[in-house]
């Protein structure tokens, strides 16, 4: 069993930084894959971005390369996602969530690919 906390959202204006946060307890962090994901009033939920087990690979949306990166800190079980440049359309309720699989990637942007999620943290950004 692994539980999840974010922590780091808040409110704010279109151009400033954020760093989320996301504390892991419990097995197998340090071998898993984990990934952020969002969602907005009225839409789907999305993929953010995700980081290998050791930090070799990262992934990004489209909409957030180039402004967010994620990192992670296994000696901490923790896992971040430092936003830059914050839009409008990034304001959301912010997850983290461990990729299910070890031996591929390839999923890293579906939800049903990711097992344990946490309880969100909210982000708003007004312009």
């Known amino acids: 069993q692994v539980h999840l906390v974010e922590s780091g959202g808040g409110l704010v204006q279109a151009g400033d930084s954020l760093r989320l946060s996301c504390a892991a307890s419990?097995?197998?962090?340090?071998?898993?894959?984990m990934g952020w994901f969002r969602q907005a009033p009225g839409k789907e939920r999305e993929f953010v971005a995700a980081i290998s087990w050791g930090a070799q690979s990262t992934y990004y949306a489209d909409s957030v390369k180039g402004r967010f990166t994620i990192s992670r800190d296994n000696a901490k079980n923790t896992v971040y996602l430092q936003m830059n440049s914050l839009k409008p359309e990034d304001a959301a309720v912010y997850h983290c969530?461990?990729?299910?699989?070890?031996?591929?990637?390839?999923?890293?942007?579906?939800?049903?690919?990711?097992?344990?999620w946490g309880q969100g943290t909210q982000v708003t950004v007004s312009s």
């Open positions: 969530a461990q990729y299910r699989s070890l031996y591929s990637m390839r999923g890293y942007s579906v939800p049903q690919q990711y097992d344990y």
């Open positions: 419990g097995r197998a962090f340090s071998s898993n894959a």
